[in-house]
């Protein structure tokens, strides 16, 4: 694991309770820059958690989160006006996209960088259909959410992510609605925008998806992380029973 001095997105020891029940219990990640992890855990791990946290969309109790030079301390989530360094610097894509119904996939895309004053509306438009261009969805600019498919959507909401050009990009469930296709190509894209020198965080429950696209893994395990790696060595030779479990659970799964 890349030391708390080199990593693009560090946790040290997060915590986090709702109503008095601990959902993380101290998460210690160290992320570096340029590289793919996938984090991997069963339903109710705290997966989603942890990049709600990580985003400041969700307040966290103790501990500590880096993201380049922004700190996250325990307390309340500060307001949005106080959060423009970490949203330039962080980036996320929900489970299920959470596009603005209203707007068209380009003003998805532009609403950010306006609003924030990052860009003006030429220069947001520039970029956006850059983003949606070099995402294969050029052709979707004047389409509505609901007129998108699944991949298409999704694929919208990674150029809306990337639109203030964040270093880090965080991403939950991915291929949780995509066909054999799809996770295909988004797993091109991914490579690319690690490439790049982007740090992605990924949580799945797709072991194939994990084992094509992940530099390293980390497994959660009631709130706490139980075993991190290369890809293959977690996923080929698990050593914590969590992951063991974990595997054998996905695999039955498949199978079904």
């Given amino acids: 694991m890349a030391s708390t001095e080199t990593a693009a997105l560090t946790l040290e020891q997060v915590t986090l309770s709702r109503d008095r029940r601990p959902v993380l219990r101290g998460v210690d990640l160290a992320v570096p820059a340029g590289e ?11 997966k989603s958690t942890v990049l709600r946290a990580a985003v ?3 307040a966290f109790d103790g501990g500590r989160i880096q993201v380049g030079d922004v700190s996250l301390v ?9 959060l423009r360094a970490l949203r330039r610097r962080v980036g996320m894509v929900f489970q299920q996209h959470a596009l603005f119904a209203h707007l068209s996939a380009l003003e998805n895309v532009t609403l950010a960088p306006v609003h924030t004053g990052v ?4 220069a947001a438009r ?4 850059r983003l949606l261009e070099s995402l294969g969805v050029g052709h979707r600019t004047d389409a509505y959410p609901a007129q998108l498919s699944g991949g298409e959507a999704q694929r919208v909401a ?7 050009d964040p270093q880090v990009l965080l991403m939950d469930e991915p291929t949780a ?3 054999p296709a799809r996770r295909v190509a988004l797993t091109e894209t991914l490579r690319q925008l690690a490439q790049g020198g982007r740090t992605l965080l990924i949580t799945t429950h797709d072991l194939g998806f ?7 893994v980390a497994v959660l395990s009631h709130g706490v992380v139980v075993e991190c790696g290369e890809a293959k060595q977690v996923l080929d030779s698990p050593v914590h029973e969590a992951t063991k479990e974990l595997l054998k659970s996905e695999t039955s799964s498949a199978a079904t």
């Fill in 56 to 58: 400041a969309l969700e």
């Fill in 158 to 164: 990674i150029a809306r992510a990337l639109a203030l």
């Fill in 74 to 82: 325990p307390g309340r989530v500060p307001p949005e006006s106080q």
């Fill in 36 to 46: 793919v992890w996938a984090l991997m855990g069963v339903s109710g791990a705290g």
């Fill in 126 to 129: 520039a970029t956006a259909l």
């Fill in 210 to 216: 994990a084992r094509t696209v992940a530099d390293r």
């Fill in 119 to 122: 860009a003006t509306p030429q």
């Fill in 177 to 179: 609605a995509l066909d």
